[in-house]
């Protein structure tokens, strides 16, 4: 038995990188899991791959009716939701005067509107059952501003602040904001300025791997009831930043 035993925990943009790296992580806890993303055949596969105590649905977290419906599912699956790690985010880095206005727009709909829509999806069941533990999986970002990334900085700072507001309006609701240095995933594989592409090669010769984030997510998870972890923030030991 674990702290983690018999605790249903949803993960949102599970199909690969941080996501599926706590997939892992946490599947030999005995927690329950139930895996979102878009691309179901990926999480088919992991679900397969880590047993029956894992569950899985499409799911598109800048949709509100699918975060609802994603939840449901978890609920009809295995009872009752527990936590939620969200961990769905993009990022397409450009320098402002590029003008990406649809880049601009797709990462302010998932890395904030895809959070706001987790937490309302559980809060209304953390409140009923009196607790519940969200995860939010923001970045160093949201502590700093770099060059070309103005707007994706932005939208870790409102995480950042989300998550804190949150923390201070329940009292019996859990609030942990896990914030990566540098990660070896697909995050930013979306850009498209080739200058931006190519410095962002180069940051990621000094990476962490996903499995990182992975168990300081555990770590936040398995506190006892009272105690909350309410920020960690992870680097690579020889990170600039």
């Avoid at 409140?127 to 533990?133: F, K, S």
């Avoid at 950042?160 to 507001?165: L, W």
């Avoid at 931006?196 to 770590?219: E, G, H, S, Y």
Wanted: aromatic share 4%; net charge negative; with cysteine.
């Amino acid at each position: 038995m674990t702290a983690l035993s018999e605790k249903t925990i949803l993960i949102t943009g599970a199909s690969s990188g941080i996501g599926e790296a706590t997939a892992r992580e946490l599947a030999g806890t005995g927690a329950r899991l139930f895996l979102g993303a878009r691309r179901t055949d990926r999480l088919d596969a992991l679900a397969s791959e880590l047993g029956a105590h894992v569950g899985w649905r499409a799911l598109d977290v800048v949709d509100a009716g699918s975060f609802d419906a994603f939840v449901a599912a978890a609920q009809e699956r295995f009872g009752r939701v527990d936590a939620l790690v969200n961990n769905a985010g993009v990022m397409p880095l450009s320098p402002l005067a590029a003008l990406k206005r649809d880049e601009w727009r797709k990462m302010i709909d998932v890395n904030i509107h895809g959070v706001l829509n987790g937490i309302a999806s559980v809060l209304p069941g953390f409140l009923a059952q009196g607790g519940g533990h969200v995860v939010n999986v923001a970045s160093v970002a949201a502590r700093i501003v770099l060059p070309t990334a103005a707007v994706y900085c932005g939208t870790k700072h409102a995480v950042r602040a989300i998550t804190e507001g949150l923390r201070q309006e329940q009292d019996g609701i859990r609030t942990t904001l896990v914030s990566p240095g540098v990660v070896a995933t697909e995050l930013g594989h979306d850009v498209t300025d080739p200058d931006v592409a190519a410095v962002l090669q180069q940051w990621r010769k000094k990476a962490l791997t996903p499995d990182a984030i992975a168990r300081a997510i555990r770590f936040a998870l398995e506190q006892p009831e009272g105690v909350d972890v309410n920020e960690i923030i992870v680097r690579p030991t020889a990170a600039d930043m």
